[in-house]
């Protein structure tokens, strides 16, 4: 069964579209069947080029990408969810939408903070650098994630689980 992840930050441009790509590329590697999502409370509209550049960078293919609002994955047809995971402190301290899990059960939730990879100093090297320093420690997180035995964890380990990754 499909393990669907959505990862939401306010505008769905930057932090949360590196998320998906990282996640949805390693799960691919590995050959586990992980499927990441991304959503913003409000969404920008436009995926960041830098955040495009920091993914294609890595081989990851983006054309389908988009910034989509968090409302799509309550609404009827939205993937099941296992997991909900904010990446932006102001995502983290909204009040999410209702989202249903696989079993009818609400999916867990968990925050793991970034800075901003757009507010970085030093014109567009620095922010290319921040985006690739972003991306790496997603990827280094998401890896941990899929170490995970999520098909077996009851929902208090794979909670306790994800918030230890948070906090490496």
Known sequence: ????????????????????????????????????HSAGSAPSGRINPFA??????????TSAYRSKSWDEFSADGAP???????VCDSAAAETCPVFFGGTGH?????????????????????KRRAFELTRQAIGYRMLQLLALPLNTMNRAALQAALVEIGRS
């Open 52 to 61: 495009i550049e920091a993914l294609k960078g890595a081989g990851i293919d």
């Open 1 to 36: 069964m499909t393990a669907h992840v959505l990862i939401l930050c306010t505008h769905n441009s930057a932090r949360s579209v590196l998320s998906e790509g990282m996640l949805n590329h390693l799960a691919a590697k590995v050959g586990l069947d992980v499927k990441a």
């Open 106 to 126: 609400q999916p867990v939730k968990v925050h793991w903070g970034y800075p901003d990879p757009s507010n970085a100093e030093g014109g567009d090297d620095g």
């Open 80 to 86: 099941p969810l296992s997991i909900v995971i904010t």
